[in-house]
């Protein structure tokens, strides 16, 4: 990564950064100040002084992300959250058929269930605010579909779902958070710019070495002090660490994860604590869409289901590749980019792992980083996989080899024999929805740029899946994440794989690296848009 390396005095920068708060006004404009100063109040960002090209950096957030206030709103818990009995509990909560019940279903039709929220007690709840996640399952065909789930916020939550297979159906409802859990969450974000650190590794010209915290934002270095930051050209986003007690920022050479902090109090754990609760069963399909899967094809609600463990896809006729042949008849003569985080990376190794003439190719770098390669030279094959840029939750890996994904788009030619897989989301739900946006803002204007000089290029957007249950990584970030993904590549001519729904349509344990039945059905899915017929 080319770097620009500059070590500024704290107190006056500092307090420059607090009296402009000038990041949320470059992102968000007017309509994003407003969101931020009243839903995630505190978060103003520090940032390096603006230079005089910044009014036309490419990177500020298109108007696909203006509407924030829709895309991140959650009810408000009223109260403290001070008493847990007083929190939604699945145990006591309810639900029943919207309308009278049937002993059979049609087809292709919905069905509808009406969530009462109640406490410890049993006692109806009167705000809504609870992240439920429901599915319909057959188990008995090994099928599963994700039911939407409307909050009235008065307690009561509407559930539908779609019928799309015959046979017997169960409703299964799962408390993730109560409203008084996610007031926590909501909390962390908006008081913490982070909850985690990171170590950053200095070397001398004698080979001393010297290590320091480092992070997205100044705030989070100590004050007193000063500290190095260091600007990607490519992206235009920086990246802070401690000045080093004897060494110069210059000589940044490695990057490791460091801490989680302590952010939560032991009542504020408990009432994080998620349960699942399983109810129901009753009786009843199918119709897949004729259209071949391509780019740009407009995605439902739900984006699909399965059915003898197949994902079958309801905006587009996606096929299974089972056997090694037809995965190569598929992939030949293309090379696959595939940026993001290690559920992107289980999509490499699946490939690697099935196709016995895939041949990874040693290229000596930290396998949890990459980059890493696949080839197969009698087809044409080339699969590449690298994590994106900083913040990387990694073991200690050269700075050198941290490239950030617009870096990596903008030295590519693209073509009708490119593919362009991206994984993003899953590690920036220890930071404040600011971040992320701020990264997709350089991705969308990197990926825009790559299909106008070549539109022949499949780029595919993988959404961050489900599985994360702790106060770093709850599935109430991860929502948030996806929302912020769809609308940032909206109206783009790219494919989605939606692998939230994916990992949470069936009755499988909680894993953020699904197993093998997931991620083939993902790299199906894929492998149907680079092969639609």
Known sequence: MSNKELQVSTGPYLRHFRWHKILVVCLFLYPQVLYFRIFWSGNSDPWPPKSPSADKDPTSLPLKLSNLIHLLYWPLTPGDGGDLLASTSHKTSTYHLRGPAQDTYALGGYLEVVLVARDHQGRPKTHGGDLFQARLLGPELRAGVPGDVQDLENGTYLLSFPLLWAGRAQVQVRVIHSSEAVGVLRRIWTEHWAT?????????PRGDEESVSCNVNPLLIREEKSFCYYKDEDSGEFWYCDQPPTLACSMLVGHSVGHYWNVTTSHEEALLAWQENPESVLLFLVLSPALPCHPGISTPKPSGFYHQDVWHSLACSNRPFPTVSSILGCLAGHIIHMMGDSTL?????????TVPSLKPVD??????VGPL??????????????AHSWPLRSQRTPVASLHSVVRELGGLAGGPHTVVVLGLGALFTTFPPS???????GIRAAVMALL???????????LANTGYKSVYGSDWFTLHMNRLLRSAFAGLRVAF?????????????????????????EVNLLLSFICPT
């Open 497 to 521: 794989v939606d692998a939230w729904e994916m990992t949470s349509s069936l009755a499988l344990p909680d894993n953020i690296h699904p197993g093998k039945l997931i991620v083939s059905n």
């Open 373 to 386: 390669m696949a080839v197969e030279t009698t087809r044409g094959i080339v699969l590449h996989w690298r």
């Open 452 to 462: 106008e000089r070549e539109p022949r290029t499949l780029v595919v957007i993988k």
């Open 196 to 204: 985690i650190d990171f170590i950053g590794y200095f070397r001398g």
């Open 345 to 353: 990376r289980q999509w490499w190794e699946y490939l690697r792992d």
């Open 363 to 368: 290229l000596h770098s930290i396998y949890q």
């Open 435 to 441: 971040i992320f946006a701020r990264r997709l803002a």
